[in-house]
């Protein structure tokens, strides 16, 4: 059998797994929610966020512990940040009941821009660690333990915002039992889990068939792998007319993707992961924070108006940011 057909093909199985794992899980960590009475604004923000990128998490350990590539890691993580946020932009033009920003809750503001100030961290984190001035604990960059410390923070004034939003709480779920919803979210994560661990080895095994660099297929590819389910959940969020879920689950998901960095950077024991990839995914991370930083706007100025009736300015922005992000990294291929 061809070995570029063979590459591909285990590639769109890991897709198709990921994604299809990716919607079940959602289902049945919304009907947990339901059952216990939670706010589905928190459960789009934290929960379903932090499932939805439990393939980034399992990828970027299975990357740099068994597979030895801190470039798909990192690329991984900073890649499924960009994507994420270029979502919102199909969001944007999926929605056809006016604008998807002049519609979300204000307070979708506050995590676009802690989600800012930590993708700006993770970019001086790699500039300079590949200037070899960021000190380190043992094996663990000192910039790790800021972003840390910023996720921490982040999630504290998260937390209490919501606290302080009004919210009427969901009484029960008819179609299943709690039961059945725990058992269906954890067979539903063990996919994720399987496919993530296998995800590096194709992507490593597709770099070398191609003849591209990890740092380019982590970046692109494998970062559009483990951003299936939050493509998925923010459909099927659409699809209900839940925009506060589904902006709350693409900007909490960029948050938690700050902190599987750190946790990737624990799991690294050559020395400092920032110091051991490429210098090009500090783009990523700029990129990255630069589409929050439209999406702030966006979400406070709350535009009305729609470019040739597809979506608004900032949606369009996104795209742009995205392409050219992509640009790049094609630009250092090899």
Do not use: K
Not at 111 to 117: E, H, I, L, R
Not at 236 to 252: F, T, V
Not at 296 to 306: D, E, G, H, Q, S
């Amino acid at each position: 059998m061809n070995p570029t057909f063979l590459i591909w093909t285990q590639f769109g199985l890991c897709v198709s797994a990921i994604g299809l794992a990716g919607f079940r899980l959602v289902r049945y960590g919304d009907a947990i929610a339901a059952l216990t009475g939670v706010s589905r604004n928190w459960i789009g923000m934290i929960l379903i966020a932090t499932v939805t990128s439990l393939p980034e998490l399992v990828t970027g350990f299975s990357a740099v512990m068994l597979v030895g590539a801190p470039d798909i890691a990192v690329g991984d993580v900073l890649g499924s940040c960009v994507f994420n946020l270029a979502i919102l932009a199909l969001v944007d033009l999926l929605h056809r009941d006016g604008s998807v920003y002049s519609r979300a809750g204000s307070a979708h503001v506050l995590s676009a821009a802690f989600g800012v100030v930590l993708l700006c961290a993770v970019g001086l984190a790699v500039l300079l660690s590949r200037q070899g001035t960021m000190p380190a604990i043992g094996h663990v960059s000192a910039s790790s333990l800021v972003l840390l410390v910023l996720y921490l923070v982040a999630m504290r004034t998260i937390y209490r915002l919501e606290q302080r939003e009004t919210t009427v709480p969901v009484q029960g779920h008819p179609a299943m039992t709690f039961r059945h919803a725990l058992t269906g979210y954890a067979v539903a994560a063990a996919v994720i889990i399987a496919a993530g661990i296998w995800l590096p080895f194709v992507g490593v095994d597709l770099a070398r068939t191609m003849g591209w660099s990890n740092s380019f297929v982590g970046t692109l590819f494998i970062a559009f792998a483990t951003s299936v389910p939050e493509l998925a959940t923010t459909l099927g969020a659409l699809r209900i007319g839940a925009i506060d879920m589904a902006l709350g689950n693409l900007l909490g998901s960029n948050l938690f993707d700050v902190l599987i960095l750190v946790l990737d950077d624990l799991a690294y024991l050559p020395g400092s992961i920032y110091r051991n990839v490429a210098q090009v995914h500090a783009a990523t991370a700029i990129t990255a924070a630069m589409m929050s930083g439209a999406v702030i706007v966006a979400l406070v100025y709350r535009p009305t108006a729609r470019v040739l009736r597809s979506m608004s300015w900032a949606s369009i922005s996104l795209v742009v940011l995205y392409m050219i992000n992509a640009a790049v990294q094609f630009r250092h291929v090899q």
